[in-house]
């Protein structure tokens, strides 16, 4: 399972074994930033990231798990999902859905391909006791033709900011939100809740896993932020917001910016940051993409 | 501390601290609260607290657990919950000023209670929750010192002599389009960072690179034709 295809040459996959790894991707109609850290308490990495503005597909996933089995977890979800995902996307079967605007085909096939990353997780984790228990959160999104579709599993979120609205578009599969939703706690005793690292899903966990996805337009001047828990347990929203509207014409210094805040505020967990700018509009007959690749040709 | 008031038929017959991070609730005698009463299972039930916050969890008791009139499996205690097992009531009587304390000890001194592990007990219930990779326990940071405050006064152009307070985390300084620069307030100091635009701000005549630059009293700093002076505040 794992190997599975090769990365094409402007893919990157953050190797979660780096320090620090920053980098700003620009093409044609999405400018992207990403910023990974360890943080301050942690030595090492378990976040994994990927970002291709030419397939317009953000990743990042949050492994858990035993010695280093977290950044197996979640890097094996990250490159497996990149590769299946680029091979999926090339597809004329996605490619028909997203002229046609087909949303529910487009989701499953996004479904589809979370689902065989989840079993190769959980596949890897049944085979070796090393990886016994390990599991990864997921946060992905594609963008085609001015919306983006939006899939994720625990904890790590999504955000848009819009003019001046900065709203987080998926719910967080914890224990905690759990407890929201329920009315066991408020707000605002949720701010302070002891219990914020308890997921209630995860890949990698069952041979099946119950995926969240959502499709939401996307329009130009957008700023999409994928994150880890990492940031936002340390950094209050309107602290994040403030970031992304200040610093949004420099958007490596602004997913720096609030890497540097979380560890400022403590830097307890690893912290992943992928920022992506909405520079022009993508809707079209044809899709933006595959005019790129054949202005490329 | 948070506490519990064991009650039967409206009568008070014990007040018990929750001052360990376990306790144990059954008729069995090795439970930190033994009530010999055959209405109640050996192992009952048990209350795990963690800083302010503590949970109840019904170890599948034959006769079950309820707080306020329902059965419960799991609960998040809150001030004033009646738990009743059988005949006998416990009130949860929350540490109000403990948890105010304890949330505004987390603010300042930046630590999460999060990063200590969860009991066992919460973590794995039939897999269906999943305790996250923890991190170590961090070393205690020192509660940082207040940082002075700091402002900006425009030395040059139509607002000469205005004073610019830095009190938010980021503030932006030039005009969008042409040259920004953003004044980033951070818990050891503040800093200068070039945001956008061909000219990189000028600090004492020196023009900066694409690294944050420390700004030190008196810092003279040229963004877009305008002067403006840096100083912290008493």
């Known amino acids: ?297 | 501390m948070a506490k519990l008031i064991l009650s039967m038929d409206g009568l008070v017959l014990k007040e018990i601290p929750l001052n360990k991070e376990r306790l144990s609730i059954g008729r069995k005698p090795h439970n930190d609260i033994q009530i010999d009463n055959l209405a109640i299972s050996g192992d009952h039930a048990v209350v795990v607290t963690i800083l302010a916050d503590s949970f109840l969890e019904d170890l599948n008791s034959t006769n079950g657990t309820l707080v306020n009139g329902q059965p419960i499996k799991k609960h998040f205690l809150r001030n004033n919950d009646i738990i009743e097992l059988g005949k006998y009531k416990l009130k949860y009587l929350a540490d109000l000023q403990a948890s105010v304390a304890a949330s505004d000890f987390e603010r300042n001194a930046a630590i999460r209670s999060g990063q200590l592990k969860m009991p066992s007990e919460l973590q794995l219930e039939s897999g269906d929750t999943i305790t996250r990779s923890s991190v170590g326990l961090a070393s205690v940071p020192k509660p940082p010192s207040p940082l002075p405050g700091a402002a900006i006064q425009l030395l040059n152009g139509p607002n000469a002599g205005k004073e610019l307070d830095l009190t938010k985390t980021l503030t932006t300084l030039g005009k969008p389009g042409l040259q920004v620069a953003v004044i980033a307030k951070r818990p050891h100091g503040f800093f200068i960072t070039h945001v956008e635009g061909r000219q990189f701000p000028v600090v004492n005549g020196r023009s900066l690179d694409a690294q944050a630059y420390p700004l030190g009293d008196h810092d003279v700093i040229e963004i877009a034709g305008i002067k403006m002076e840096f100083f912290l505040k008493g």
Request: charged letters at 20%.
């Open chain 1, 1 to 297: 399972m794992l190997g599975h295809g090769c990365q094409p040459a402007s893919c990157f996959v953050l190797d979660p074994f780096f320090r620090k790894i920053a980098r700003v991707i620009t093409e044609n109609c999405l400018e992207i930033a990403v910023s990974t850290d360890p943080g301050v308490v942690s030595s090492h990495n378990e976040d994994s990231v990927f970002a291709d503005a030419r397939l317009g597909l953000a990743i990042i996933a949050d492994g858990m798990g035993g010695y280093n089995a977290g950044e197996v977890a979640s890097g094996m979800a990250t490159t497996r999902l990149a590769a299946d995902l680029d091979r999926v996307i090339s597809s004329s079967a996605l490619q028909a859905a997203c002229q046609a605007g087909d949303t529910a085909t487009i989701e499953r096939h996004l479904l589809n391909e979370v689902s065989a990353a989840n079993f190769a997780v959980f596949h890897a984790a049944a085979s070796s006791s090393r990886y016994a228990g390990m599991g990864t959160t997921l946060v992905l999104a594609w963008f085609h033709n001015n919306r983006m579709t939006v899939a994720h599993v625990g904890d790590s979120r999504l955000y848009r900011l819009r003019g001046d609205e900065f709203a987080l578009l998926t719910r967080d599969h914890s224990l905690l939100q759990e407890q929201l939703d329920s009315g066991m706690i408020t707000p605002e005793e949720a701010r302070y809740a002891g219990n914020r690292n308890l997921v209630t899903r995860a890949l990698g966990v069952d041979p099946a896993v119950d995926v969240e996805i959502g499709t939401f337009d996307v329009s130009r001047g957008d700023i999409v932020l994928l994150c880890s828990d990492g940031l936002n347990d340390m950094v209050e929203d309107e602290e994040i917001a403030l970031a992304l509207r200040t610093l949004g014409g420099n958007l490596q210094l602004a997913a720096d910016h609030l890497v540097q805040l979380a560890n400022d505020n403590g830097g307890r967990d690893n912290v992943s940051v992928i920022l992506i700018k909405v520079r022009e509009d993508f809707a079209t007959g044809r899709n933006w993409w595959q005019r790129m690749r054949d202005m490329l040709k």
